[in-house]
């Protein structure tokens, strides 16, 4: 049987897909430019030739993978009105994401070894935090809330759907949507009822 031979951009797409199912499956720690180039089916010569390392093809998958779960989040915060229909849209965005890119979110929730142009899933949140952070504040001058606090309540709400996003990944239940309707059924019941000037009653 004759192998067709791949022209440079195809065998580096095909050299990201091997590694990122590798990375998912095995962390970066674990996955070797051997076993990359097993799977591929080149030498190891050819993964370095197109990345220069490990590192290298990490680097370009995480890259990606932020980039994706970004522009998801970003577009579900463009649409709707209502800030409820805008955490509705977000919360959802995420699951959306985890559930298609499953092996994306792996590799995103592992500790990165490597600086990335696009930073460290630690980074990533804080750039959801920062979009989120826009439209909180918006809404909280509107109802007569300090604006400045609208940073604190963003990093609080994207934490929140994160960690439950880590969570879910390996459970699956319940449904996808009924995890965003729980979520957002936390956060606006806490947003809607918020006090101006919050105080800890054990502190008092």
């Known amino acids: 049987m004759t192998r067709v031979r791949m022209t ?15 990375f998912a499956e095995k962390g970066f720690e674990a996955t070797s430019i ?21 590192e290298g093809v990490y680097a370009v998958v995480v890259d990606r993978e932020m980039r994706r779960l970004m522009n998801q989040i970003a577009t579900a915060l463009e649409g709707g009105s209502h800030p409820r229909e805008l955490l509705e849209q977000a919360a959802g965005a995420l699951l959306d994401y985890i559930e298609g890119s499953t092996d994306g979110f792996r590799i995103l929730v592992r500790d990165s070894p490597v600086a990335s ?7 990533l949140l804080n750039d959801i935090a920062s979009q989120v952070e826009h439209v909180l504040a918006v809404h909280f001058a509107q109802r007569g809330y300090d604006r400045e606090l609208a940073a604190l309540y963003a990093q609080a709400l994207v934490g929140m759907v994160a960690l439950t996003g880590q969570w879910w990944l390996e459970v699956r239940k319940p449904e996808k949507d009924e995890v965003a309707a729980h979520l957002v059924n936390l956060a606006w019941k806490g947003l809607s009822a918020m006090e101006h000037r919050p105080r800890l009653r054990s502190r008092s």
Do not use: C, D, M, N
């Not at 990359?36 to 220069?52: C, L, N, T």
């Not at 142009?117 to 980074?123: K, L, P």
């Open 8 to 22: 440079g951009g195809e065998r580096r797409e095909q050299l990201l897909t091997v590694s990122r199912s590798l």
């Open 34 to 54: 051997e076993e990359i180039a097993h799977r591929a089916g080149v030498s190891k010569p050819v993964v370095y030739e197109h990345f220069g390392g490990k």
């Open 117 to 123: 142009s696009s930073g460290t899933f630690s980074s």
